[in-house]
């Protein structure tokens, strides 16, 4: 997420992951509302998703997680 404009691009999280040492922890953050969103961040080898909003506005959150959760990354390599 861009702090000045607030606008939210998934390609900078899919541009910066690969260059992540795998010894640390990859984290995409902003926007997450979706299974295809975790989806796309595992693809590109985030290890971890930070999801807030869409979870605890959720009617149930407790299938809100399930819904999105249990998504396989692909590792990185260098």
């Keep these: 997420r861009d702090l000045e404009s607030l606008v939210i691009d998934p390609s900078t999280a899919e541009q910066l992951i690969p260059h992540i040492p795998p010894a640390l922890v990859a984290i995409a953050e902003s926007g997450i509302s979706a299974r295809a969103h975790v989806e796309r961040y595992a693809a590109c080898g985030a290890d971890a998703v930070l999801v807030g909003s869409s979870i605890s506005a959720a009617a149930d959150p ?17």
């Design 62 to 78: 407790v299938q809100a997680t399930r819904a999105i959760a249990g998504v396989p990354r692909r590792p990185r390599g260098h």
